[in-house]
């Protein structure tokens, strides 16, 4: 992955419309049609209210060792329960995997 990979919010909504919030990077350039793998990078978890930039900044630190040198699109959610033990956390991981899968390619 490029080291200047753009860093960009999203917003997946729940069927209650609750938002799911995360970021992803996707190192492909406009009109690059290369299908890339996917890592949902889930951050560790956090007591109180969380900073703003949280999900940016794991993944920005979370890319460099784990995904150096390959290509691939990368999202990071904010947990949306606190815990990713929880049955709401799990869902809107299955479904921003399935959203990240079709929008990302």
């Known amino acids: 992955m490029g080291e200047r990979a753009k860093i960009t919010d999203h917003e997946l909504v729940f069927d209650d419309g609750a938002p799911l919030r995360y970021v ?29 930039r949280h999900a940016r900044d794991f993944t920005r630190v ?3 060792p784990v995904v150096a040198g390959q290509d ?3 999202v990071a959610p904010y947990c949306p329960a606190r815990t990713w033990h929880h049955p709401r956390s799990e869902a809107g991981v299955l479904a921003l995997r399935d959203a990240a899968v079709a ?3």
């Open 72 to 74: 691939a699109v990368v």
């Open 103 to 105: 929008g990302f390619n």
């Open 24 to 52: 992803a990077i996707d190192p492909r350039a406009p009109g690059d049609d290369r299908v890339l793998p996917l890592v949902v990078g889930l951050h560790y978890g956090w007591e109180g209210e969380l900073p703003a």
């Open 62 to 64: 979370f890319r460099e």
